[in-house]
């Protein structure tokens, strides 16, 4: 069966189209915007995650080897300091961060994933 190279282009420029005219972002963590953009907490918080976070949790939260975070953290630890507590000393899986994050950071990284993801 031979295919007309005209299909197989026609084909990849549709792809490739589709691709480049995505206005999501997946693979992307989410910046804050609007009034969070102008905390410097959360914006930092996105550097925290992006540097140490979403190889595990995913770019997005969205999970992977780590478990979701995007829209679940809150109900996960509806009091912030569990949370905090949990990324500081770490559980299960979860390593400990906080010979590696300044407390600052780890709160930053916190608020993040409660905020913007």
Same mark, same amino acid.
């Given at each position: 069966? $031979? /295919?007309?190279? @005209?299909? /197989? *282009?026609? %084909? +990849?420029?549709? @792809?490739? +189209? @589709?691709?480049? +005219?995505?206005?999501?972002?997946?693979?992307?963590?989410?910046?804050?915007? #609007?009034?969070?953009?102008?905390? &410097? !907490?959360? *914006?930092? +918080? $996105?550097? !925290?995650? *992006? @540097?140490?976070?979403?190889?595990?949790?995913?770019?997005?939260?969205? #999970? #992977? *080897?780590?478990?979701?975070?995007?829209?679940?953290?809150?109900? &996960?630890?509806?009091?912030? =300091?569990?949370? /905090?507590? %949990?990324?500081?000393?770490?559980?299960?899986?979860?390593?400990?961060?906080?010979?590696?994050?300044?407390? &600052? =950071?780890?709160?930053?990284? !916190?608020?993040?994933? $409660?905020?913007?993801?």
């Amino acid at each position: 069966m $031979r /295919i007309p190279v @005209a299909t /197989i *282009v026609l %084909v +990849g420029a549709l @792809a490739l +189209g @589709a691709a480049c +005219g995505s206005k999501s972002q997946p693979n992307v963590a989410p910046q804050p915007t #609007g009034e969070q953009a102008k905390e &410097a !907490v959360l *914006v930092e +918080g $996105r550097s !925290v995650f *992006v @540097a140490n976070c979403q190889k595990c949790h995913g770019p997005r939260g969205q #999970g #992977g *080897v780590g478990p979701k975070l995007a829209g679940v953290v809150t109900n &996960a630890f509806p009091n912030i =300091q569990n949370q /905090i507590n %949990v990324v500081t000393n770490g559980v299960g899986a979860m390593p400990a961060w906080k010979d590696k994050l300044t407390p &600052a =950071q780890i709160v930053a990284v !916190v608020r993040y994933s $409660r905020e913007v993801l």
